[in-house]
């Protein structure tokens, strides 16, 4: 069974810093890109940040750019969002998803986690 | 990156049909997603690439496209599909990706 757990959301005041994980199982992790979207209160979808399945290339949504870094570590199956210099605005349900494939292109967000929030907040 | 515009709100009464419709100047040349997504639940994707329809996803839903404009439609509405839609897609260097606002959909 093709999964993601996501985790390391927690209340945090502004200005701090936060890292989330993203564990994969029932597929070869290292065979995909991999996303992270997040999902404030009571409000849409917002892609966040993209990753190819080597790390080789990463992209981020214009609100995060300079703030926010994704990596993953092939070795555990696990993706990273690192989060500086958080605001209120940031305060989000975060949600990683799989692209469909290696090199994501204008496509889909085909398995996604359950999400870990995350508050900023003084 | 090209915005993607969806109507907030659609209700319908059961067993009659829902049309979401999302437009965006990129639709033309990229392909639209949809997701459902309940209370408290991650999106599942229902319709990929304009028109078709992941395993596991009911007949009644379906997708088209027409220029600047997807639509979702829904035949046959069944409670259990009151929820949000949004649509998505991307910019063609695969650098950046949009999602619609959203729409609730209410089966009255």
Redesign the interface.
């Known amino acids: 069974q093709m999964q993601l757990v996501e985790s390391g959301g927690r209340v945090v005041q502004p200005g701090w810093s936060l890292r989330l994980s993203c564990v994969a199982s029932g597929f070869p992790f290292s065979n995909y890109g991999m996303?992270w979207v997040r999902q404030a209160p009571g409000k849409?979808?917002?892609?966040v940040a993209?990753t190819w399945y080597d790390g080789a290339k990463k992209?981020y949504?214009d609100s995060v750019k300079g703030r926010f870094a994704i990596s993953r570590d092939n070795s555990k199956n696990t993706l990273f969002l690192e989060m500086d210099n958080l605001r209120a605005e940031d305060t989000a349900v975060y949600?990683c998803a799989r692209a469909p494939k290696a090199?994501?292109?204008?496509?889909?967000?085909?398995i996604?986690?359950?999400?870990t929030m995350v508050t900023v907040s003084s | 990156s090209s915005e993607l515009t969806q109507p907030p709100s659609v209700s319908v009464s059961p067993g009659q049909t829902a049309r979401i419709t999302c437009s965006g100047d990129a639709l033309p040349k990229q392909y639209a997603y949809w997701y459902q997504q309940k209370p408290g639940q991650a999106p599942v994707v229902v319709i990929y690439k304009d028109t078709e329809r992941p395993s596991g996803i009911p007949e009644r839903f379906s997708g088209s496209s027409s220029g600047t404009i997807v639509t979702l439609t829904i035949s046959g509405v069944q409670s259990e599909d009151e929820a949000d839609y949004y649509c998505q897609s991307a910019d063609s260097s695969g650098t950046s990706w949009v999602f619609g606002g959203g729409t609730k959909l209410t089966v009255l």
């Open positions: 996303h849409g979808l917002e892609w993209v992209y949504a949600y090199t994501p292109a204008a496509d889909a967000f085909d996604w986690g359950p999400g």
